[in-house]
């Protein structure tokens, strides 16, 4: 039907499990496509997907802004004071991060970065700011 509608399930149980389009494995011929949600024009009070569970699972990869454009903004936001990523149980040891990024900008205007390993620099190293060194206990000054 094309007027409002509002369609629970399994709202109310103790213990649900559902399964949909959970396709078998098998050959590239194997298919399962799922939309959820729509009205993209509208704004983010209106129209999103809420996933109240402990945590969410994805066993394939993650594609965000599909319908966005290149002068367009995705935006990856989290409401909580600490964020990990990639953290905990995680077993990955190697991060490729932006890697087709012209810019990148990493933390806030204020507050401490820190790196915990090495860091390599394949290119020019510009400092707005004063360098420390601790070990020999200098500082560099900017070059303004």
Do not use: H, W
Request: charged share 20%; hydrophobic share 30%.
């Amino acid at each position: 039907t094309t007027e409002s509608q509002n369609i629970k399930i399994g709202n109310t149980s103790t213990d649900s499990e559902i399964t949909i389009g959970d396709s078998i494995d098998g050959s590239n011929a194997n298919k399962s496509k799922i939309t959820v949600g729509g009205s993209f024009a509208s704004n983010e009070s209106d129209s999103f997907v809420q996933i109240d569970t402990k945590a969410l699972k994805i066993a394939g990869d993650t594609i965000i802004g599909t319908r966005r454009g290149l002068t367009d903004t995705t935006k990856f936001e989290s409401p909580s004071g600490f964020f990990e990523f990639l953290s905990g149980n995680s077993t990955t040891s190697n991060v490729d991060f932006a890697t087709n990024a012209s810019t990148l900008t990493i933390a806030g205007q204020g507050g401490t970065t820190t790196i915990r390993n090495n860091l390599r620099v394949n290119a020019t190293s510009r400092f707005d700011a004063d360098v420390t060194l601790p070990c020999a206990s200098t500082v560099i000054s900017a070059v303004v």
